[in-house]
């Protein structure tokens, strides 16, 4: 008899970081340990991601309401997983797999199904008496945790449709390298230069009287004319912050092509593009300015371009696969058959159990594609996907701007990691 049953499963609407609803859910066991956890939502969300069940109800939060999935969560999944061990995550989330019985969680939905594997995650940690970090490195059988944690990858420039900067491209993230002696560790002085430009950017903008008011992740979003004057932005930021753009700090770009993709053609500053040609926009950017990593530089079902992108710029650059691959082990299986991208964007929501999700990080890392664990843009204060990047060795946490509360909690819980795995 295992010692840890799972007693009851509760959950609840609650609001996100746009003031939009979403899932969380409550975790009881037989010994009376209990955890919860809630589930993000994407704007730019991938077609292949699994599903989000909303209500549709136009009279309740304009149809976005999320009561049909509380009611499967505190009906048909609490009487599938009661009684269950609560340190089985793998077989746990099996059967929230199979009572769904959908390819892509559309009866239970994915956000009340993940809302109870993170949940259960959550409690079995707590149980275990061991950060969930460890837990889930144990649980399973993941290599050593690596004293390299994960840098982040701050997004302090909001464009797309996290924002109304006009800006095509929708994320302009910097990635600090940069640590001295007297930061606590070198996570504590990623987060601590991640925010020095970031107020530097603040301050750039104000001097030239642009918006100062941030989007959906927590950076900027001024009305800028040209995603190039946008990354003159950071880099101005990051000289006025007194850092080297490129040593100290450098850029990367979630372009979220698939948002402006239309009938084969990309509609780019308004103009319209093949895929060639933005490869061609890309490697211009390259040459004037200090990237690393662009995440969904084509659209989600353009293979063949993904494939003239990798073989262009894959030696170069990061490029990160996110609507590409919607942590789905299948998309990623294409992807290496068609040489597409050389990364991962890794988002639990996009797959719905924390298992699948970890399956396609081994997948991913058997094949030599670094991992990036993210945040969706709408967030609540649930901190597991610092964890979880932690737990699977991700090179990288990409979690928002370093600003807002639910966008801190995950750079916070990452400093506290930090400090734990030093002592
Ligand atoms: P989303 O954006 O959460 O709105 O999908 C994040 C991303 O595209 O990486
Ligand atoms: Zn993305």
């Not at 144990?138 to 302090?156: A, D, G, V």
């Not at 063949?304 to 789905?328: A, C, H």
């Not at 991208?341 to 094949?367: D, F, M, Y």
């Amino acid at each position: 008899m295992p010692k840890n049953t799972i007693k009851d499963v509760a959950a609840r609407e609650i609001l996100d970081s746009r003031g939009e609803p979403t899932v969380e859910v409550t975790l009881t066991t037989s010994s009376g340990v209990t955890a919860t956890a809630s589930v993000p939502a994407g704007a730019s969300t991938g077609v292949h991601e699994a599903y989000e069940l909303r209500d549709g109800d136009k009279k309740r939060y304009d149809g976005k309401g999320v009561l049909k999935a509380v009611a499967n969560v505190i009906g048909e999944i609490r009487q599938g997983v009661v009684g269950r061990d609560v340190e089985d995550q793998p077989g746990l989330d099996t059967a929230l797999r199979e009572l769904d019985g959908t390819s892509n969680k559309h009866r239970l939905g994915a956000n009340a199904i993940l809302g109870v594997s993170l949940a259960t995650a959550q409690t079995a940690a707590k149980a275990t008496g061991l950060p969930l970090y460890r837990y889930l490195q144990e649980k399973f059988n993941l290599p050593k945790i690596s004293p390299h944690l994960p840098q982040p990858l701050m997004n302090i420039l909001n464009g797309g449709r996290h924002a109304n900067s006009g800006l095509d491209v929708q994320e302009f993230m910097i990635v600090p390298h940069v640590a001295t002696n007297n930061d606590a560790s070198p996570v504590a002085a990623w987060v601590r230069v991640g925010s020095e430009v970031f107020h530097a950017l603040g301050r750039v903008l104000k001097k030239k009287n642009m918006d100062t008011d941030v989007g959906n992740e927590g950076g900027y979003a001024p009305q800028l004319k040209s995603n190039s004057e946008a990354l003159d932005l950071l880099i101005k930021a990051i000289t006025e912050a007194g850092y080297k753009p490129g040593t100290d700090v450098s850029l990367a770009l979630d372009v979220a092509a698939s948002e402006f993709f239309r009938h084969g053609h990309y509609q780019f500053e308004g103009k319209e593009y093949s895929s060639g040609d933005m490869v061609k926009v890309y490697q211009s950017w390259l040459k004037d300015y200090p990237l690393i990593s662009i995440e969904d530089g084509l659209a989600q079902d353009d293979w063949r371009g993904w494939q003239e992108l990798t073989q262009s710029l894959g030696q170069k650059l990061m490029l990160v696969g996110d609507d590409l691959f919607v942590t789905n082990e299948d998309r990623l299986k294409l992807g290496f058959e068609f040489g597409a991208a050389n990364a991962i964007l890794i988002k639990p929501n996009q797959i719905g159990t924390l298992s699948e999700t970890i399956s396609a990080v081994r997948l991913a890392q058997s094949h030599g594609y670094k991992v990036v664990v993210s945040h969706r843009s709408g967030e609540t204060m649930d901190t597991t996907i610092a964890d979880l990047a932690v737990a699977v060795g991700a090179p990288y946490l990409k979690a928002g701007a370093p600003s807002r509360g639910e966008r801190v909690a995950k750079y916070n819980r990452l400093m506290d990691i930090a400090q734990e795995l030093a002592k």
